[in-house]
């Protein structure tokens, strides 16, 4: 179980330029992420946000298994994993988004770059460098069909559509991290000795492509789909192998109060999206191209001091598996005989869940407790 400690990841944010607040579960985040109406936005705002952090564990060891005695790779702090204490900017961003691109209010533009200390900017194994996060423009010409193209969110789960400087919790819940933040292998990592590093940063939920997307109001329900297709290759980056991934949103909600960001509702959602994978596998590290889907459902509310949001989530090939032994990844066994590295288990199944409730005791103080699996 988890509680909400903002204290120990204060976020700055400054200039956000996003219509959201700290009071932002129920928001729809297809609309609040680069689709302002026309004639509503500047032509260019500058904002950014920064998340100093501060994180620790107990740093136990390995208990058993051919590392015992060794640091456990979970018990080390991400992304360097060289400390189980330390501080660190977790998130430094800074972006500007409006109209009038060119010169035409039915045309937005968004463009947002990580600098902080995560698995954007230093995946595993690699070194430290400034990715550029979003870099999309949507244009609204049809009515219920706007077109985004280029690097943005893709359709998917809460947690991952959720803008991150408005956040409830320091981390995402296990389900999200395990199943759903996407990182990249060029092997399942069955050799020995082969560490089997990240080739790129993570997908941090998002892809390149084009979407189209609308949200249509009917009485005191908003409804909205998304439908996309991207390279299924992270960010920053080309398709690699000729396969697109497709991605399908669906949720209705019902607004009791409020407009933007600040809104108390019922939201309903449901989402699917599918891939494929090229992978070295086996002792002969043979390639082949695997399945990877994911989908879920899920509800969020929020109403007057109440706050409450779940969501089920499946998985179906392409599971991230940690490394060998729970070790630090390129730590040698304690035989000497091989290193540990990082595991995907390209044929397997998971699932998972998370359940979360909030209640605003004062105007600006809201206790949030979750518990996920």
Not at 112 to 139: C, H, Q, R
Not at 347 to 362: I, P, R, S, T
Request: glycine share 12%; aromatic share 12%.
């Amino acid at each position: 179980m988890k509680l909400a400690l903002r204290s120990m990841a204060l976020v700055a944010a400054c200039a956000t330029g996003m219509a959201v607040t700290l009071q932002a579960e129920a928001a729809n985040w297809l609309m609040l992420q680069g689709a302002e109406k026309p004639g509503t936005a500047p032509r260019a705002k500058l904002w950014g946000f920064l998340q100093p952090t501060y994180r620790a564990t107990d740093g136990t060891d390995l208990q058993a298994g051919p590392w015992k005695g060794q640091e456990a790779q979970f018990n080390q702090i991400a992304p360097q994993l060289s400390s189980n204490k330390q501080f660190s900017i977790a998130r430094a961003r800074i972006g500007v988004r409006g109209t009038g691109f060119p010169l035409n209010s039915k045309i937005n533009y968004f463009f947002l770059a990580e600098f902080g200390s995560n698995g954007i900017t230093w995946p595993a194994g690699g070194k430290g460098a400034a990715k550029i996060t979003d870099a999309s423009v949507t244009f609204n010409y049809i009515p219920g069909a706007r077109i985004r193209a280029g690097q943005f969110k893709t359709p998917g789960a809460e947690e991952g559509l959720q803008a991150i400087h408005v956040f409830d919790y320091v981390n995402f819940t296990n389900v999200t991290n395990q199943l759903l933040l996407e990182r990249f292998f060029d092997s399942d990592g069955s050799v020995a000795g082969n560490v089997n590093a990240p080739n790129g940063p993570v997908s941090a939920f998002r892809d390149i492509g084009v979407q189209i997307f609308d949200t249509f109001k009917t009485g005191a329900w908003n409804t909205s789909y998304a439908l996309m297709f991207g390279n299924g290759n992270g960010i920053a980056r080309g398709d690699n192998n000729g396969e697109l991934d497709s991605y399908y949103y669906v949720s209705t909600e019902k607004v009791f109060a409020g407009q933007g960001g600040r809104v108390e509702s019922l939201k309903l959602f449901a989402w699917y999206q599918t891939g494929k994978r090229t992978l070295l596998t086996g002792a002969t590290q043979t390639e082949g191209s695997y399945d990877r889907t994911r989908n879920g459902l899920g509800l969020t509310f929020r109403r007057n001091k109440i706050r409450a949001a779940a969501e089920y989530i499946m998985a179906d090939g392409m599971i991230f598996n940690g490394t060998d032994g729970g070790a630090v990844v390129g730590a040698m066994n304690n035989a000497g005989t091989a290193k540990a590295g990082f595991n995907i288990l390209p044929e397997d199944k998971a699932n998972g869940y998370y359940v979360h409730f909030g209640y605003m005791v004062l105007p600006k103080l809201e206790l949030d407790v979750r518990y996920d699996v």
